[in-house]
């Protein structure tokens, strides 16, 4: 029996919990915004920031069935495109005295916000472990390559994403803001501890059997949506930064590179939309998912906040880059052993079945 159609209620509870994921994973991660739920008013900006440009654009980007992963991609980057009109920060970024520019753009800075950080860990990551935690579905996992997509179930790059996030919190929270070990753990846990609540209170309101598909807002809630996020995101929030940073919105020629990048960025995209990738089954497509819940998020968080005060434990002795190397080389390359070790074991039944077949 299919599931009933989640409520509007259920799928504006489900809009609020991809802006705290994202949130999460592109403010507490980096330690731009180490306590990003516990601030009054930011935490209302951050999370309609990071809420209305997650559901506007993954509504653009999974709507249709055939869309792939490009898709996914590029409407990531031009989620990280508000660093222009909003944050000011593609032109003037901050704590980068003579930044390498280009057309009044500062390259280095756009090529880490736009082209990764935003498109990943603001957009891609928040709706992969949306629907890996929340969902019984595979709408966006199946628009992964093959071989990651079928890492859907599993614990082990949950818990490697957590290194990493933790590793880089840790870091970062002390060598730029002088974080002491207790205002590490008070930040990667106290944040990390809304997450889990938020995940375990969805859970209770059994929505999980839902698919992603009949949580997207309708087009005429998508127009309501993108209208919110064009005049009160990048109209407000954005005069209220310019009004915070005097002389950072550049003259036309520098926001004239601003809207290269949109024009190609956005046809790409269109491209993408139209000229679908062939259909091609994904492994476990098709298949019946299920929601991991907040026992799965509850492990992320506990691998998450240990390394991050591991991280910051091992800084006060060595630098940043050893602190990184430590942290984070040895779970990745014990990553990508186990999938060589699966792949080679697959490959190997393949050509024992086959030969098996052959001789029958």
């Not at 951050?46 to 980007?61: D, E, I, K, N, S």
């Amino acid at each position: 029996m299919a599931p009933a159609d989640p409520s509007r209620r259920q799928r504006y509870a489900f809009w609020l919990l991809l802006s705290i994921l994202s949130t999460y994973y592109a403010e507490v991660t980096c330690a731009n915004q180490p306590f990003a739920f516990f601030l009054p008013l930011g935490t209302v900006l951050m999370m309609t920031l990071y809420g209305l440009h997650t559901v506007v654009l993954m509504t653009v980007a999974l709507r249709p069935r055939r869309a792939g992963f490009a898709t996914l991609y590029l409407a990531g980057t031009i989620f990280g495109m508000y660093e222009a009109y909003v944050t000011k920060m593609i032109w003037t970024p901050e704590g980068e005295a003579v930044p390498f520019r280009i057309g009044g753009v500062a390259v280095g800075i756009t090529l880490e916000l736009v082209l990764f950080w935003h498109a990943f860990m603001a957009f891609i990551v928040p709706l992969l472990l949306a629907e890996r935690q929340l969902l019984a579905s595979d709408e966006v996992w199946r628009r992964l390559p093959r071989w990651l997509a079928r890492w859907r179930d599993r614990r082990l790059p949950l818990i490697a994403l957590a290194v990493l996030c933790g590793a880089l919190h840790g870091a970062l929270a002390h060598k730029r803001l002088g974080f002491d070990l207790a205002k590490v753990l008070a930040s990667s846990g106290g944040c990390s501890a809304v997450v889990v609540l938020a995940i375990y209170l969805w859970g209770r309101r059994g929505a999980t059997r839902a698919g992603l598909a009949q949580l997207l807002p309708s087009w005429r809630e998508w127009a309501a949506l993108l209208a919110v996020l064009l005049v009160g995101v990048y109209g407000g929030m954005g005069l209220m930064m310019s009004h915070e940073r005097p002389g950072a919105l550049p003259g036309w020629r520098a926001q004239a590179t601003v809207w290269i990048i949109y024009a190609v960025l956005l046809g790409l995209l269109a491209w993408t939309l139209r000229c679908p990738p062939p259909a091609e089954k994904t492994a476990g497509e098709g298949a019946a998912r299920v929601a991991h819940g907040w026992r799965h998020q509850l492990l992320y968080s506990a691998v998450f906040v240990a390394v991050s005060a591991l991280a910051h434990l091992t800084l006060r002795a060595k630098p940043t880059f050893v602190v990184l190397f430590v942290t984070t080389i040895p779970p990745t390359a014990v990553l990508l052993l186990g999938i060589a070790i699966r792949l080679a074991a697959r490959t190997l039944a393949r050509l024992v079945g086959g030969g098996t077949h052959e001789k029958g």
